[in-house]
Nanobody, 124 residues
Framework: QVQLVESGGGLVQAGGSLRLSCAAS????????MGWFRQAPGKEREFVAA????????NYADSVKGRFTISRDNAKKTVYLQMNSLKPEDTAVYYC?????????????????WGQGTQVTVSS
């Protein structure tokens, strides 16, 4: 079993930056692929970024490519999402998710464990 706890959300002006963190429990974190997803009010949950077990492979949604960076520290059992050049349309609840295999996927249904989410609000 893996428990995930996100932090780092908040209110920021357009053009600003935030770094989200997702701390995991459990001994198998280093073998799991991890992902970040987001859900805005009235919209479906969408893929943001994913990373494989050792950080050697990443994938991003087109809407965040070049602005967001996903990374992980297996020793700290933590995955990060560095968000730069934020836009009002990035406003959403951001969720961290863990996949019980080592390679990444962009499909939320492929992830078994989810955090409670952290709110990111970008003002114009």
């Amino acid at each position: 079993q893996v428990q995930l706890v996100e932090s780092g959300g908040g209110l920021v002006q357009a053009g600003g930056s935030l770094r989200l963190s997702c701390a995991a429990s459990g001994r198998t974190f280093s073998t799991y692929a991890m992902g970040w997803f987001r859900q805005a009010p009235g919209k479906e949950r969408e893929f943001v970024a994913a990373i494989n077990w050792n950080g050697g492979s990443t994938n991003y949604a087109d809407s965040v490519k070049g602005r967001f960076t996903i990374s992980r520290d297996n020793a700290k059992k933590t995955v990060y999402l560095q968000m730069n050049s934020l836009k009002p349309e990035d406003t959403a609840v951001y969720y961290c998710a863990a996949r019980r295999v080592s390679y990444l996927d962009t499909d939320a249904d492929e992830y078994s464990y989810w955090g409670q989410g952290t709110q990111v609000t970008v003002s114009s």
